[in-house]
Every structure is written in structure tokens, then in C-alpha cells.
């Protein structure tokens, strides 16, 4: 079965310095892919992040990168220049490809950041 | 694009009644996901649909949950008596899943479902 495991449950982090959310995941497949989401106190989740298991690349998108580290089975996000508005619950989240789960989403249990001035 | 369109955003209701909650995906996307997010037990995997036909329902908590997708614009989600246990935030997602890359799947902004 696969499994997300976000280890930190919450953080602090000053503005404008850089933070890293950790994201173990499990799974035996070969195909996957791996997603970041942050959702504010308003409660919506909005997509930050995509990475494929084929990619050789670290995916980027602006101040979001992620440290995919395939043989540890990581794939950490890091936040440079954090800002007051990414006080947010961050969740990590995979989806395997398998005719079984085509498409399936599985996420882990977030972590919480908090951006102090 | 409007994004995927979830409603009632708020709906309170008393343990017993039936709670349908609606979701309208964005137009294109063939997988519509239903997801419940509890303090305790975080973002569940509800059901999910490709192309209109539930895939796996293996994360629907009893029969009292009932979900449809009529075609591919609209989908329900049944809660038939409800119980304050099933007090929650409600997603729907869609989706377009590539063999390679993906665009995302997008969620809409939630129902919070209160059973008093």
C-alpha cells in the first residue's frame, strides 16, 4: 500500500528566510507522482508543485522548489523568501499510476507553517 | 475558467436529514474526486470517478454515503441519515491525468457540513 508521511506537524519560520517542508512517501510502483498543495485558514487547497517520477529535473514554480530525492524516497518542499501569507497548512500528496489506482490521490497529514515578521 | 464549483459552501442540518452536497467539475476533466478532511483523520479518499464511472468507493465510511455522477459536468454526494460524526469539510476535485506530467487537480473551495 502506498504512504505519505509528513513528520512535522507544524513550524516557524521569520520572514523572508527559506524553510523545508519534509515528505517521505512509500510505495513500490514505478510510476508516480508527487504533489504539493497549501491551504490558508480560508480553507481552500491550492495547487503549488508537481513532480513526476521520471523527471529528472527538481521541479520549480517561483519561490516553490522541490528536492525530489528518488532512492530516499523524499521529495521535500522548499520555500525561499518566506512571506507573511504563507502561513499555511502545507500537504504533500502522491499519485500512483497503477490500473488499479489510476489517478487516485493519496495525501499526508500536513504540516503547519507559520511566517512570523 | 471557473474552476470547480462546490455547493452549499456552509449547510447545517440535524442528525437524521439527508445532506446532498454538489459539485461541478471543471469541463474537460475526466476524474472527479470526493474528499473529507477531519481534524483527526485529515484529507480521506472518498470515491472517485473516471469518465462519469465510480473507480473506487472503497473509502466511503458506511452505506449511509451515496455518491453519482450523472454526467460530466455534475456529481452528488448523499449522506442519508446524517449523524454529527459526519461533521466536516467536503471537497470535489477534477482532474486531467496525463501519462506523463500532470495538470494539477484542482479542488473546490469545500462545503463545511455541521449534523447538530
Known amino acids: 500500500a502506498q504512504k505519505i508521511t509528513q513528520t512535522q506537524p507544524g513550524m516557524f519560520v521569520q520572514e523572508k528566510e527559506a524553510v523545508t517542508l519534509d515528505c517521505t512517501y512509500d510505495t513500490s510502483d514505478q510510476s508516480y507522482g508527487l504533489f504539493w498543495y497549501k491551504q490558508p485558514s480560508s480553507g481552500e487547497m491550492i495547487f503549488l508543485i508537481y513532480?513526476?517520477?521520471?523527471?529528472?529535473q527538481n521541479a520549480t514554480e517561483g519561490r516553490y522548489s522541490l528536492n525530489f530525492q528518488k532512492a530516499r524516497k523524499s521529495a521535500n518542499l522548499v520555500i525561499s523568501a518566506s512571506q507573511l501569507g504563507d502561513s499555511a497548512m502545507y500537504f504533500c500528496?502522491?499519485?500512483?499510476?497503477?490500473?488499479?489506482?489510476?489517478?487516485?490521490?493519496?495525501f499526508g497529514a500536513g504540516t503547519q507553517v507559520v511566517v512570523t515578521p | 475558467d471557473a474552476g470547480v464549483i462546490q455547493s452549499p459552501r456552509h449547510e447545517v442540518t440535524e442528525m437524521g436529514q439527508e445532506v446532498t452536497l454538489r459539485c461541478k467539475p471543471i469541463?474537460?476533466?475526466?476524474?472527479l474526486f470526493w474528499y473529507r478532511q477531519t481534524m483527526m483523520r485529515g484529507l480521506e479518499l472518498l470515491i472517485y470517478?473516471?469518465?462519469?464511472?465510480?473507480?473506487?468507493d472503497s473509502g466511503m465510511p458506511e452505506d449511509r454515503f451515496s455518491a453519482k455522477m450523472p454526467n460530466a459536468s455534475f456529481s452528488t454526494l448523499k449522506i442519508q441519515p446524517s449523524e454529527p460524526r459526519d461533521s466536516a469539510v467536503y471537497f470535489c476535485a477534477s482532474s486531467l491525468v496525463q501519462l506523463r506530467g500532470s495538470v494539477g487537480y484542482t479542488f473546490g473551495s469545500g462545503t463545511r457540513l455541521t449534523v447538530v
Open positions: 470517478f473516471n469518465n462519469n464511472v465510480p473507480i473506487d
Open positions: 500528496a502522491m499519485r500512483v499510476m497503477t490500473t488499479d489506482s489510476w489517478g487516485k490521490l493519496q
Open positions: 469541463s474537460g476533466h475526466d476524474y
Open positions: 513532480q513526476g517520477s521520471y523527471d529528472e
